[in-house]
């Protein structure tokens, strides 16, 4: 199947592509969310700049494809064959990759938060210092952390309490933040996760290319912040305040704004995919256009 007739019958409604032969196929950044890929020969395939997120890749052979700067987040890879492949800067957050094979893979910049190794072949894979490990279990069953870039709701709370604003490309990981008052922080480029802002105070804060997976902002007053280049996925943001807001360049994804007070404006639209909107309408196919290298800190090569 070439690339072409494969994105006719995504865009038709299929999901299961299933022991399907997609080897060097070229699909650049495209949204297949929740595709069923498992068993397929993807062998030296480009998905670069692509989301993954919710798919079945298990046993798929992956060997020398192109995945950098892709969406895996909730990606199921067991014991997929990923040897030789680009994973530069992916997101692989809770992704599965009990029994993968990533031998000389290159993992420099990916984000392995939450990510499940076990049993997986590590052998001459390339990490770098920035590569991202949060609560990620090895091969060996130990979870690993980088404290460089890692630190935990209590560090975060008493440095804020000391006057600290400066957040700068932090990893905050599973942190209950209900109702704080955190007005003017900055956290650019940082990258936070399972975060509970719900009634928190975040007015006039710099968000400038921040990714926020799996947070709730429900009933958070977020007005005037920077939303430039931010990355909402899988957020709950229901009943929040954010008006006055730039969202220029914002990346909206699986997430609900339903009830929402949003009031913003920005040099460039945002994208929009798999979003429930302040309506209660819900946008399933993209809307915009993704901004992958806009401004983007966390992805910085």
Known sequence: MDAKEFLQRYTAGE???????????????????????SDTNLERSWLRDSSLIDANLTTANLEGAN?????????????????????????????????ADLTGANLTGANLTDTNLTDANLTNAKVTEKTI????????????????????????????????????????YR????????????????????????????????????????CDFRGANMDICCFDSIKLIYCDLRGMNAVGVDSTCGNFICSNFQGANFNSFGEEAAF??????????????????????SKNIFFEE
């Open 67 to 99: 995945l950098s700067k892709t969406y895996l987040i909730n990606t199921n890879l067991s014991n997929a064959n990923l040897r030789s492949a680009d994973l530069t800067n992916a997101d692989l957050t809770s992704a599965n990759l009990t029994g």
């Open 175 to 214: 942190a209950d933040l209900r109702g704080a008052d955190l007005q003017s922080i900055d956290l650019s480029g940082a990258c936070l996760i399972y975060i509970n802002f719900s009634n928190s105070n975040l007015r006039a804060s710099n968000f400038l290319a921040t990714k926020f997976i799996k």
């Open 15 to 37: 999901r299961d592509f299933s022991k399907v032969d997609l080897r060097t196929v070229y699909i650049n950044s495209r949204w297949l969310i929740g595709i069923n890929l």
């Open 133 to 172: 490990w949060c609560n990620t279990v090895m091969p060996n069953g130990n979870i690993e952390y980088n404290f460089i870039r890692v630190i935990d709701s209590q560090e975060f709370g008493r440095r804020y309490t000391n006057g600290e604003r400066d957040f700068r490309d932090i990893i905050l």
């Open 272 to 293: 929009f995919c798999n979003v429930t909107w302040v309506d209660g309408v819900f946008i399933d196919e993209p809307t915009g256009r993704l901004h992958p290298s």
